[in-house]
């Protein structure tokens, strides 16, 4: 941030009558290391132009977008396609120090068997897929709250000044009536069980007073259905399917970022 440019009336009254510069320039610019944390919806899997190793990092994925719009001292992406919170736990926290001032992270969706639930949703029946979303509820209800809870005890101490925002999960479809794909019964479970994981996360992030950022208001209307390109379906690679595109983290998740106060001055 840009200190404010300041000079009291008696500081520019002494320096005119000594003849001496009126007002120093007082700004100054505040340090900013910045650590992006999290599963495949941080890093990028879907967006595209993944760099070298298995954990699809994009040039898209909305921690880059961020931090090429700043002014940053350090940035540090180490979010991971396919984590658990358990993996950022005891894979990614090396990035943080007494130093960090920023950590941005999402994580929860692959404790609460994502990829399971849409595996079962795309193969199987409506009732079957109204099963694996509410098994992951379950889960949801009791067993992820203490797992994202030791996560960002875990943060909290490795970066222990740092400002700390958690970003949710969109829902993947807009309900309408024509929908080439999914039935409109698995749609609305999967978009219940969306629901489901943001309350949890959300929850998580007030216990630990961190910020919490709902990302579904920016992709409200522009989910799967709706034609906008901000959601990929079934893709190849696989592991891409049902993750923002790099439209998706641009204009929904970057926003989403934006709205927490993390926008840094140049």
């Keep these: 941030m ?4 300041f000079c009291s009336a008696a500081v520019a009254t002494v320096a005119f009558l000594s003849g001496s510069v009126a007002c120093a320039d007082s700004t100054a610019r505040a340090e900013v290391h910045y650590v992006a944390l999290g599963d495949s919806y941080a890093s990028g899997t879907g967006a595209g132009s993944y760099d070298s190793g298995g954990c699809k990092r994009s040039a898209n ?14 940035f540090k992406f180490v979010a991971c396609s396919g984590a658990r919170t358990t993996g950022v736990l005891t894979g990614q926290l090396g990035a943080l120090d007494g130093a960090t001032t920023l950590v941005t992270v999402t994580a929860g969706g692959n404790d ?12 199987r029946s409506s009732g079957d897929c109204r099963k694996a979303v509410s098994d992951a509820e379950e889960y949801m209800a009791t067993t992820l709250p203490d797992r994202l809870d030791a996560l960002y005890r875990a943060i909290r101490g490795k970066a222990p000044t ?14 309408v ?3 080439a794909g999914m039935s409109r019964s698995k749609r609305v479970a999967l978009n219940r069980g969306a629901d489901s994981l943001v309350a949890t996360v959300a929850a998580a992030a007030s216990r630990a007073r961190f910020v919490f950022s709902d990302v579904r208001d920016e992709f409200a209307g522009h989910e799967l259905c709706s034609g906008h390109g901000w959601l990929r379906s079934v893709s190849i690679p696989i592991a891409d399917s049902y993750h923002p595109t790099a439209r998706g983290h641009r204009l929904g998740y970057l926003p989403a970022l934006d709205s927490a106060g993390t926008r840094v001055e140049r």
């Design 2 to 5: 840009r200190a404010p440019r």
């Design 61 to 74: 994925a909305y921690p880059r977008l961020w931090a090429a719009r700043q002014t940053l001292t350090s």
């Design 112 to 123: 609460a068997g994502f990829a399971r639930v849409m595996e079962t949703c795309v193969l």
């Design 162 to 175: 740092a400002r700390v925002v958690v970003l949710g999960y969109p829902r993947l479809y807009k309900i």
């Design 177 to 179: 009536d024509n929908c």
